[in-house]
């Protein structure tokens, strides 16, 4: 399974027994991010990750009775190697389950790249003073890219004053790309001032579109 720590310990005044808290991180590859139950977990030390979709990682937070701790702040990044990132927010709160998921992406130039994604999780012990933060990272490698893009404008010619269409997209090894990536669109005429062009898109489901406009 995922990689784990162990930390952090509180007492009970009628009782010598302490409460210690290990800090698990899985990652997990998925046919379908939304749907849970598609998702498996990686077990090898450093797994090999697909690059062309999201993945997950699932962090958890447990005592030593494996009673999981609700409402702990886990955050997360990808700072050590500076390869892939996390898409949406990098802070979340375990549910009643004990457990915070993040979705780790590849940037468009990580093919190959060897990442790392570190948490760390801040609580409060079972005595309501705050226990020692504890933190766990998992190296990975994000499998081979083979990005190509194909670029079309509708109308392919225009009168003065029309707009046009511009579409990029966006594959890997012939199939959609559907990891988000910004496509930067540039042109002559923009640049003369002599038509308009949005200088940028985030693509969606392998796709990005901009309007061209002349003068």
């Known amino acids: 399974g995922g990689k784990d720590v162990s930390g952090g310990s509180s007492s009970s005044s009628n009782s010598t027994t302490s409460t210690t808290y290990s800090l698990a ?13 598609t998702c498996k977990e990686q077990t090898a ?52 389950e004990g457990k915070a998921r993040f979705v780790l992406i590849a940037n468009a130039s990580n093919g190959s790249a060897v990442g790392n994604v570190t948490a760390t999780a801040t609580y409060s012990t079972s005595s309501g003073s705050a226990g020692t933060p504890l933190t766990q990272s998992q190296n990975f490698t994000f499998g081979a890219l083979d990005l190509s893009m194909d670029l079309s404008a509708t109308p392919t010619e225009l009168s003065a004053g029309s707009t046009a269409s511009i579409t990029a997209k966006l594959t890997n090894s012939g199939a959609v790309y559907s990891t988000p ?13 002599t038509a308009t062009l949005d200088s940028s898109k985030v693509t969606t489901d392998g796709s990005a579109s901009v309007t061209y406009k002349g003068s």
């Open 25 to 37: 991180l899985s990652l997990k590859t998925c046919t379908d991010i939304s749907t849970l139950s």
């Open 45 to 96: 030390p450093s797994p090999t990750l697909p690059a062309d979709k999201p993945n997950l990682v699932e962090v958890t937070l447990l005592d030593n009775k494996n009673t999981p701790v609700a409402g702990a702040v886990i955050d997360i990044n990808t700072d050590k190697y500076q390869v892939g990132s996390i898409q949406g927010a990098t802070r979340a709160l375990t549910d009643a």
């Open 181 to 193: 990536v910004t496509v930067s669109f540039s042109s002559s005429c923009a640049t003369n001032k």
